[in-house]
């Protein structure tokens, strides 16, 4: 009951979660079903609010995941060949997580499957780049390239929109 209701609470914020890794308005509903059947037969044991939440969100990313592994998995060969500064990122500002919040249209165009994945792995949910590799099932440097680049159009996404709300004295 605890695990439906917690799916229940945080429905808006998980299928939108789900759509924006998926690309999928239908997969994404799906999944957050799937997410919620799986905590539900997995899980026996007394949960705490906080950690439900969290929970929820990780099973819906993983169901996102079954269903975008081969397809990361490709676009994980293509990163892995990408020349990276070894410069290391650190997790989104609250302003750019609002902003990708804000325009999820925007960044599912411009983003492949792979960098919207370490996009919220790495930089919302603030998973390290070892913990991404393995739950991917892909190489550091793959992670590390995808999420330095994710990283780089968003800025470049962000800052057109200021200065489009803006104007140039903002920028």
């Given at each position: 009951a605890e695990i439906r209701a917690a799916f229940a609470e945080h429905?808006?914020?998980?299928?939108?979660?789900?759509?924006?890794?998926?690309?999928?308005?239908?997969?994404?509903?799906?999944?957050?079903?799937?997410?919620?059947?799986?905590?539900?037969?997995n899980n026996e044991d007394e949960i705490s609010q906080e950690c439900l939440?969290?929970?929820?969100?990780?099973?819906?990313?993983?169901?996102?995941?079954?269903?975008?592994?081969?397809?990361?998995?490709?676009?994980?060969?293509?990163?892995?060949?990408?020349?990276?500064?070894?410069?290391?990122?650190?997790?989104?500002?609250?302003?750019?997580?609002?902003?990708?919040?804000?325009?999820?249209?925007?960044?599912?165009?411009?983003?492949?499957?792979?960098?919207?994945?370490?996009?919220i792995l790495c930089g919302v949910e603030h998973h390290s780049v070892r913990d991404v590799a393995r739950l991917l099932g892909i190489g550091q440097h793959a992670v590390e390239a995808a999420y330095s680049s994710a990283l780089e159009l968003l800025e470049v996404i962000y800052c057109r929109a200021v200065v489009e709300t803006y104007g140039c004295a903002a920028a």
């Amino acid at each position: 009951a605890e695990i439906r209701a917690a799916f229940a609470e945080h429905k808006e914020e998980l299928t939108w979660l789900a759509e924006f890794l998926s690309d999928d308005e239908l997969m994404a509903s799906a999944c957050v079903t799937d997410a919620r059947d799986l905590m539900e037969n997995n899980n026996e044991d007394e949960i705490s609010q906080e950690c439900l939440e969290l929970w929820t969100r990780e099973a819906t990313i993983r169901s996102v995941l079954d269903l975008k592994r081969t397809r990361i998995a490709e676009l994980a060969s293509a990163y892995a060949s990408v020349a990276w500064t070894g410069q290391q990122h650190p997790a989104l500002s609250l302003d750019r997580i609002e902003f990708v919040v804000r325009e999820p249209d925007v960044m599912r165009l411009r983003l492949d499957s792979l960098c919207r994945f370490v996009l919220i792995l790495c930089g919302v949910e603030h998973h390290s780049v070892r913990d991404v590799a393995r739950l991917l099932g892909i190489g550091q440097h793959a992670v590390e390239a995808a999420y330095s680049s994710a990283l780089e159009l968003l800025e470049v996404i962000y800052c057109r929109a200021v200065v489009e709300t803006y104007g140039c004295a903002a920028a």
